[in-house]
T-cell receptor, first 113, second 114 residues
Framework: DAKTTQPPSMDCAEGRAANLPCNHSTISGNEYVYWYRQIHSQGPQYIIHGLKNNETNEMASLIITEDRKSSTLILPHATLRDTAVYYCIVRSSSPSNDYKLSFGAGTTVTVRA | DAGVIQSPRHEVTEMGQEVTLRCKPISGHNSLFWYRQTMMRGLELLIYFNNNVPIDDSGMPEDRFSAKMPNASFSTLKIQPSEPRDSAVYFC????????????FGPGTRLTVT
């Protein structure tokens, strides 16, 4: 599975956009980029995923570079409740491995008032 | 939908005792996962079931750990005998099979073995 690299931590001002980078330079063509977050003392929560195209849902936007070697998760208007650890995960679509989510250390995002 | 349900939410037990953690997946999901999270090792996959059949148990630490899924709506993770190093938060997750489907996690069971 492709490895991901994320900054260990970042701060964000409440009401501003939070841009979370992720490098996955060894990603292969059949691998998805997934984002999860984990708020303190809760289970991980799915945010968004994409393969090649940019994606948007009610929680966030995912921008994947054309070469797919990096991506950015955008929280458009961060709130204090968005304070969490954010995980960028590369997930295979191969039927033998498609269930695996390898959680790294993630990025600890702190939203400040 | 109530989401993935886990019980108990907290468990404190003494070394050597048997511990059973329970999980009810989201109705209609055919994949179930048990994870363990510690500060040292992060979030690790212990075992994966598909259609109630264990597919990948390579993450189960040792023979003291066992997991069952007798039907589509219930799974257990058992530790016997428990040891202090088993102290962790154990998460159950469920999903539809396939990389395009997200896994939904339960609230976790915080296990403390003294």
């Amino acid at each position: 599975d492709a490895k991901t690299t994320q900054p260990p931590s970042m701060d964000c001002a409440e009401g501003r956009a939070a841009n979370l980078p992720c490098n996955h330079s060894t990603i292969s063509g059949n691998e998805y980029v997934y984002w999860y977050r984990q708020i303190h003392s809760q289970g991980p929560q799915y945010i968004i995923h994409g393969l090649k195209n940019n994606e948007t849902n009610e929680m966030a936007s995912l921008i994947i570079t054309e070469d797919r070697k990096s991506s950015t998760l955008i929280l458009p208007h961060a709130t204090l409740r968005d304070t969490a650890v954010y995980y960028c995960i590369v997930r295979s679509s191969s039927p033998s491995n498609d269930y695996k989510l390898s959680f790294g250390a993630g990025t600890t995002v702190t939203v400040r008032a | 939908d109530a989401g993935v349900i886990q019980s108990p939410r907290h468990e404190v037990t003494e070394m050597g005792q048997e511990v059973t953690l329970r999980c009810k997946p989201i109705s209609g999901h055919n994949s179930l996962f048990w994870y363990r999270q510690t500060m040292m090792r992060g979030l690790e996959l212990l075992i994966y079931f598909n259609n109630n059949v264990p597919i990948d148990d390579s993450g189960m630490p040792e023979d003291r750990f066992s997991a069952k899924m007798p039907n589509a709506s219930f799974s257990t993770l058992k530790i016997q005998p428990s040891e202090p190093r088993d102290s962790a938060v154990y998460f159950c997750a469920s999903s539809l099979a396939g990389a395009e489907y997200e896994q939904y996690f339960g609230p976790g069971t915080r296990l403390t073995v003294t």
